[in-house]
């Protein structure tokens, strides 16, 4: 028995100290958890008593600065608001400026307008004098001011000259807690990031959006020309806009074809795209041409080259027949002028006489007619042909 206590008393003590400690863990593992309880039940009454507070200020702000929305419901009682601004002081205190966007991304296409919202909240009871509202585009490369208005005043000095006459504060919508700016006649180089900040006596904020200028690929000029070598037809299509797309080529049965193509940049900050493929003039095929988001065309061979060919033909008998008919009123009027001419030479007039059967459109001014003398002649040089009356004439 001695031996049995001697030699299990250290397994005993072990045991015990084992059970010891695991007793000791669930301990622990309780208080952790009666934590975690206790920290949510406070976020969660923090929570509550937030929106508490939120929803005092708002019904004292329609109180307050819109007591005609309740006009209809009760008898104003402004002892009443006066008594539950003093209880929630310390609540509505705690409410600093917050803003919020109407959407994080906007698009539009090159021309249009778009408006660009930016919320913010509690209200002034003083919208225009303590509200100053301001708008920029920002990037790592630039920062422009778009939009500034501070006391209901607008800040010309702080608009950038590319957004003169283009963007606008929508003041309307100043009293319901909104700073949308809009932006007409958009152009390419407007994409990017914009920020909304917004400042009154309860504080300031800040939102950032992004704004994306497109220009669809709306109209696509094809051509056709005949190639170098002979037997081949060169089909290319041509197109704006931005930003740059892939254009795919295929015949009439969807096989894709490999096509060379080249992309420029315009003083309008569109993209310039130029796609050809070289197919045989014999071969009855439709190609077409697709542009990435926008449009396509397609070429009809041979038909369209049998039609081009006749529009071509066209082209050439309008305009010879149009130089004909210059060249044969041009000869006309050269000999109605030389039989006037010699008719003239012919027959003693008097000055006036001859400058007016030379010109018999044009009649001189009345003080004109009045320096006829001697040197007559001289006098009846007229504007439109006085190389035909001169003395030399008469």
Known sequence: MVLYNILCSPTNILMNIILIERERERERERERERDKIGIILWVWWNWRLYKHCIRVRLILDELTFSPHKFRHKFQMNWSIVLILQVLFQPCLQAISLTTVVERVSYGAELGGEVVMGCRFYPLSPYPHKDLAVAWHQISPASYR???????????APFQHPDFRERATLLTEEIKDGWAKLQVSSLRINDTGTYQCVVRTTNGADYKKVKLTVTAPYKTVRKDISKSARGGELVLSCRSEGYPAATV?????????????????????????????????SSQKNNYTCRFAGGSSATFRIPDETQLQKENTDSIVVIRVAFGTFIGIALIIFIVVLISLRRKGNGTKKKPLSVCLSVCPS??????????????????????????FCNTADI
């Open 145 to 155: 001011g778009v939009y500034r208005m501070d006391g209901g005043q607008e800040e």
């Open 248 to 280: 795919a080529w295929e015949d009439a049965s969807g096989q894709n074809l490999n096509a060379s193509t080249a992309i420029v940049s315009t003083v309008d900050q569109l993209f310039r795209i130029t796609t050809q493929i070289r197919v045989e």
């Open 362 to 387: 044009v009649r001189p001014s009345t003080a004109e007619l009045g320096k006829l003398g001697p040197r007559g002649p001289e006098s009846c040089r007229f504007w439109m042909f006085p190389f």
